[in-house]
Nanobody, 115 residues
Framework: QVQVAESGGGSVRAGGSMRLSCTASGSMFDSDVMAWYRQAPGKQRELVATIPSLGSIVYADSVKGRFTISRDNAKNTVYLQMNSLKPEDTAVYLC?????????WGQGTQVTVSS
């Protein structure tokens, strides 16, 4: 059974930085795609960034230039470095990994950015 777990969330002042981590375990196969989504109360879940094994990294326009996604394949871990955080970035951040065309999701980690 594939397990996905995020960590690194918390509270930060506007303009600050935070790094999220997500590790997928329990699979005999490598992750084809790893990605970060976020969902704020009353809003639709949105893609923040995705990093495939093949192809280009994609960022949401709202975070481009501020966030950086990376992955450590040996650890099956994806990171999200968030800089210049804004209150609008406040949300539950969820990690997902795609393994053989199936999506696996973590429980999410809360990120709160205060003014």
């Amino acid at each position: 059974q594939v397990q996905v777990a995020e960590s690194g969330g918390g509270s930060v002042r506007a303009g600050g930085s935070m790094r999220l981590s997500c590790t997928a375990s329990g699979s005999m196969f490598d992750s084809d795609v790893m990605a970060w989504y976020r969902q704020a109360p009353g809003k639709q879940r949105e893609l923040v960034a995705t990093i495939p094994s093949l192809g280009s990294i994609v960022y949401a326009d709202s975070v481009k230039g501020r966030f950086t996604i990376s992955r450590d394949n040996a650890k099956n871990t994806v990171y999200l470095q968030m800089n210049s955080l804004k209150p609008e970035d406040t949300a539950v951040y969820l990690c997902t990994t795609v393994i053989r065309f199936k999506h696996y999701w973590g429980q999410g980690t809360q990120v709160t950015v205060s003014s």
